[in-house]
């Protein structure tokens, strides 16, 4: 089992920025890639952005240009810098981790930490 613990949501204004955190836990020998999901009230979950072991990335088309995906191998940790925020970023936002980036959204999942862009 692996376990994912989120942080970093929050409140902030349009224009502003927040850093996510997920770091994971248990066998994470299991993990190759690891991401992040978004859910906004009424809308379908979407992949937001994912990184494999070796450091190949891949964004949403709504977020390239404005997030950054890293994570710290050593520590067994994910990152997602969100710059230039917009209102319809307003979502739970949750870390995913699975042994290839093709296996997701099959894996483990966080609980989510909220992420609320005000106008």
């Known amino acids: 089992q692996v376990q994912l613990v989120e942080s970093g949501g929050g409140l902030v204004q349009a224009g502003g920025s927040l850093r996510l955190s997920c770091a994971a836990s248990?066998?994470?020998?299991?993990?190759?890639?690891m991401g992040w999901y978004r859910q906004a009230p009424g809308k379908q979950r979407e992949l937001v952005a994912a990184?494999?072991?070796?450091?190949?990335?891949n964004y949403a088309d709504s977020v390239k240009g404005r997030f950054t995906i890293s994570r710290d191998n050593a520590k067994n940790t994910v990152y997602l810098q969100l710059n230039r925020l917009k209102p319809e970023d307003t979502a739970v936002y949750y870390c995913?981790?699975?042994?290839?980036?093709?296996?997701?959204?099959?894996?483990?999942w966080g609980q989510g930490t909220q992420v609320i862009v005000s106008s």
């Open positions: 990184i494999s072991s070796g450091g190949s990335t």
């Open positions: 248990g066998s994470t020998f299991s993990i190759n890639a």
């Open positions: 995913v981790a699975a042994v290839s980036v093709s296996a997701l959204p099959g894996g483990y």
